[in-house]
């Protein structure tokens, strides 16, 4: 158990305080408890004695006071340090986790599920932010509060209290075996509810989908499935934790029937006075009240635990190792050499080597699944490379500090996610420090501003999560937007006019122009009439440079490249009927 409050303690890190002092007052809460017994007691010896009188009725009613005053105070105090300390906790390890996966290879969401990382942030850490504090607080809280009362029981009479003793002790030993059978669920229950998170995500994000070839019921079997499967397992830790419950409440019976029999059969053998044994009596009824929560939440804190765990180890996934490099580049001509990658075990780009100079335009075509969105993202840092260099300005881009990195690098990618915020904070994501005037100048360049203005709010307009209130082409142009706000010296463009209409693509295609006057440039593109005019073009085929040149020079040279400009210009040509 030790090992479990451990790992509390370092989760807590940053509340150790609010913690420490919600233990302290929870403590002194008990001592206020036992001051009432004190009351009580005085007040039964002038009763026996026959002294009472309005004096000793007054110090019993003002020790009370104090005892209950002192209750309150120390009541509320646990209460919102321990509340302070989980919510902090918790939103403290949220944006620890937030900060980590910026700092992690985009592997690292290849290999770890979005279901299990999802249910990490939101309903693990929610468990955690309510349980952990509160535990700790149950749990130490009502163990000081019993070892009081046992204390005070051992004062008044050694036997008593060792009875008392013996009861607490017994009440552990099964409370440690009911720790011990929650083990082996708690990490089923994460792994389970992680499961139901994937599906639930995957249900949503695929709605569209799943409607449209009427697959709601189909679908929703493997749903089912998974939230049947966490209520029954969670329905069979609670039946599992029903004998020990029940066994603690026997303990605890047992132990105030003997602490009883005791005191009457003391009383009547001449051994305790009958104040002593009538307050024993009593002690009897309460001595395990600090106890009842502590024991009933022992298979949370063990699920408590195994969140904790989960948390861990997405902090001590490596990062991405970086250099020491925060000068700014003077240089932009990009190299590849030697460069090799895959996934897992299958290879991507096999031995690629080329040179994209300065203020050129380089394009990357070639057939789907050859490689061109992975030579851009290695680039960036996405991934790193598995065997070569990529260099920027003649050094290694692993020697750049990563901010320094992608700070030269505006991206413009196919599939366009944008924020659950206004319009203006989308495109200035990336320069939060623009003004209007230059939010409104970019998306003008991009021909976005029409449809803006003709939202309801304008630029202060909310979107939806993923832009889901936009249609593709108007995601792309604020994408587009906000690269052109950005104004750094490299700039990648995975598609950038896929989702562009007809009518927009010439006007995209000439602020793109203007964009990329004097900056370095990368463009992967299917509609190979945008790159007609590129200053280099490389042909990627099965993860290898199959043809580089302009497009003069390829179509003379026939191959790969002018087969997909003909593929290209034959389906254009196309229509209904032919």
């Known amino acids: 158990m030790l090992k479990v409050f451990k790992k509390i303690w370092n989760f807590s890190a940053k509340e150790r305080g609010n913690i420490r002092g919600s233990i302290i007052s929870g403590f002194l809460h008990a001592l206020f408890n036992a001051v009432q017994f004190g009351a009580i007691y005085y007040m039964l010896l002038a009763i026996f004695k026959g002294t009472v009188s309005y004096r000793s009725v007054w110090i019993s009613f003002l020790i009370l006071l104090v005892a209950l005053c002192g209750m309150i105070l120390t009541q509320k105090v646990t209460q919102m340090k321990q509340t302070h300390a989980g919510y902090f906790a918790a939103a403290h390890n949220r944006m620890e986790i937030g900060e980590k996966i910026k700092r992690v290879p985009m592997g690292f969401f290849s290999d770890y599920s979005l279901g299990r990382l999802t249910s990490i942030a939101t309903s693990s850490l929610s468990l955690a932010e309510q349980w952990v504090p509160m535990l700790l607080v149950l749990v130490l809280g009502g163990t000081l509060n019993t070892l009081v009362f046992v204390l005070c029981t051992i004062a008044f009479n050694v036997r008593i209290g060792l009875i008392a003793a013996a009861g607490v002790l017994v009440f552990f030993i099964v409370t440690s075996c009911m720790e011990r059978k929650s083990v082996a669920n708690a990490k089923r229950v994460s792994e389970t509810q992680a499961d139901l998170t994937k599906n639930v995500l995957s249900t949503v994000q695929g709605m569209q989908v799943i409607k449209s070839y009427d697959l709601g019921g189909e679908n929703n079997r493997q749903l089912k499935e998974s939230i049947a499967t966490y209520s029954d397992l969670l329905l069979n830790m609670e039946t599992g934790m029903i004998p020990f419950t029940v066994l603690q409440r026997i303990v605890m019976g047992v132990t105030t029937v003997a602490m009883v029999f005791a005191s009457i059969q003391l009383h009547f053998s001449g051994g305790l ?306």
């Open 273 to 578: 006075p009958i104040v002593d044994a009538i307050l024993m009596i009593m002690a009897s009824f309460v001595i395990f009240e600090g106890l009842i929560g502590a024991g009933s939440n022992m298979a949370v804190l063990r699920a408590t635990e195994n969140v904790i765990d989960s948390l861990d180890f997405v902090k001590e996934i490596p990062d991405m190792a970086e250099g020491s490099v925060k000068e700014p580049m003077r240089q932009h001509d990009i190299e590849f050499k030697h460069v090799s990658f895959a996934y897992d075990e299958r290879k991507i780009l096999d031995d690629v080597s080329c040179l994209i100079r300065e203020n050129s335009l380089t394009a990357i075509v070639g057939p789907s699944g050859s490689g061109k969105t992975t030579f851009c993202n290695l680039i960036a840092r996405f991934w790193d490379v598995s065997s070569g260099e990529i260099a920027i300005g003649g050094k290694d881009i692993k020697d750049y500090r990563i901010e320094r990195l992608m700070g030269s690098i505006s991206m413009v990618f196919q599939n366009v996610y944008l924020f659950a915020d206004t319009v203006e904070n989308n495109i200035k994501f990336g320069t939060p420090e623009a003004s209007e005037e230059d939010v409104i100048a970019a998306a003008k360049k991009a021909q976005c501003h029409d449809f803006i203005m003709a939202l309801p709010d304008g630029y202060q307009t909310v979107i939806g999560e993923g832009g889901s209130s936009l249609s593709g082409g108007e995601k792309q142009r604020i994408s587009i937007a906000r690269a052109m706000l950005k104004n750094a010296p490299l700039i990648i463009f995975d598609e950038a006019t896929a989702n562009v209409d007809p009518e927009n693509e010439d006007k995209l295609q000439k602020a793109i122009e203007s964009l990329t006057q004097d900056k370095t440039v990368i463009m992967i593109a299917h509609r190979l009439k945008t790159i007609r005019n590129a200053d280099q073009i490389l042909v990627l085929h099965d993860g290898r440079i199959e043809q580089r040149g302009n497009h003069e020079e390829l179509m003379r040279s026939g191959g790969l490249y002018r087969d997909l400009v003909e593929a290209r210009a034959t389906a254009e040509s196309w229509r209904l009927g032919n």
